[in-house]
């Protein structure tokens, strides 16, 4: 079955590490996102990509990092610039020019200790 | 800069009662509208969409919204809720760019 994969569900880190979470798709979607959902804030988007090595900052890029080298696939990279990054993070893709919504992931909970 | 709105951030009914949740969006380009809900635990489902044509949707669970584009609002309607309604609900906003935008949510209560 098609779908989006997101792995791992849960992730630990320590304050200054890097760490990249992955999301693979293989609905053959032209665009991926990346957003972060906390309680109360809803989803806000990190980053998107249209294209394969086109990628477009969202609403709060800071401290976030990302590629897309292959159509299925667009992991993302929480560095240690980013001040707050434990959150859950959604992968979605979507098929552009289509009447179709998105396709999301399961999540990353993601735990900065 | 683009931007979604939803009137209320959390909504407690009880069951049997009407529900309207409002959305609002700042974009002035053309754009596809969507709900979508979150059930306690569960992973965001599409509710409906609008991309054209007739500005009153129907979705899935009896949920329907209607497209305003003079008022830039996709309000989300169900005339009698029950109380596995309990959820977020999120309203999204495709622009011409592809770059969809979240709202931030209501979370609502369905009463017995």
């Known amino acids: 079955d098609g779908g989006i994969t997101q792995s791992p569900k849960y992730l630990f880190r320590k304050e200054g590490q890097n760490v990249t979470l992955s999301c693979e798709q293989n609905?053959?979607?032209?665009?991926m996102y990346w957003y972060r959902q906390d309680p109360g804030q809803g989803l806000r988007l990190i980053y998107y990509s249209q294209i394969v090595n086109d990628f477009q900052k969202g609403d709060i890029a800071e401290g976030y990092s990302v590629s897309r080298e292959k159509k299925e696939s667009f992991p993302l990279t929480v560095t240690s610039a980013q001040k707050n990054p434990t959150a859950f993070y959604l992968c979605?893709?979507?098929?552009?020019?289509?009447?179709?919504?998105?396709?999301f992931g399961s999540g990353t909970r993601l735990t900065v200790v | 800069a683009q931007s979604v709105s939803q009137h209320n951030h959390h909504v407690i009914l009880s069951e049997a009662a009407s529900l309207e949740l409002g959305c609002n969006y700042s974009y002035g380009g053309t754009v596809n509208l969507f709900w979508y809900v979150q059930y306690p635990g569960q992973h965001l489902q599409l509710l409906l969409k609008y991309f054209s044509g007739d500005p009153l949707v129907k979705g899935i669970k009896g949920f329907e919204a209607e497209f305003i584009k003079s008022k830039f609002s996709f309000n989300l309607r169900k005339p009698s809720v029950q109380w596995s309604d309990t959820a977020e609900y999120f309203c999204a906003v495709k622009t011409s760019y592809d770059k969809v935008i979240f709202g931030p949510g209501t979370s609502l209560s369905v009463i017995p």
């Open positions: 979605a893709s979507y098929k552009t020019g289509t009447p179709y919504g998105y396709t």
């Open positions: 609905l053959n979607h032209d665009a």
